[in-house]
């Protein structure tokens, strides 16, 4: 019949005790974990936008410079 059901993991019980207070620990830090990642990211493309319109500045006011010299 239908191909989803068979492929499907049979569900897992739910954790108790100590074992839950541990899934729900890792949970919490994977997450802590990625969020970090991509503001890590986040920051170095900021940098690196910034980076390029500073060097771009630079040149523009270098060409003017050279321009004005005798």
Do not use: F, H
Not at 15 to 28: L, P, Q, S, V, Y
Not at 36 to 49: C, L
């Amino acid at each position: 019949m239908s191909e989803t059901s068979s492929s499907k993991r049979p569900a897992e019980p739910a954790k108790r005790g100590e074992a839950a207070w541990r899934a729900e620990r890792d949970a919490i830090a994977s997450r802590n974990e990625q969020a970090s990642r991509k503001a890590r990211a986040r920051r170095q493309a900021e940098y690196d936008q910034v980076s390029a319109r500073n060097r771009a500045e630079e040149l523009r006011e270098r060409a003017e410079l050279a321009k004005r010299r005798p």
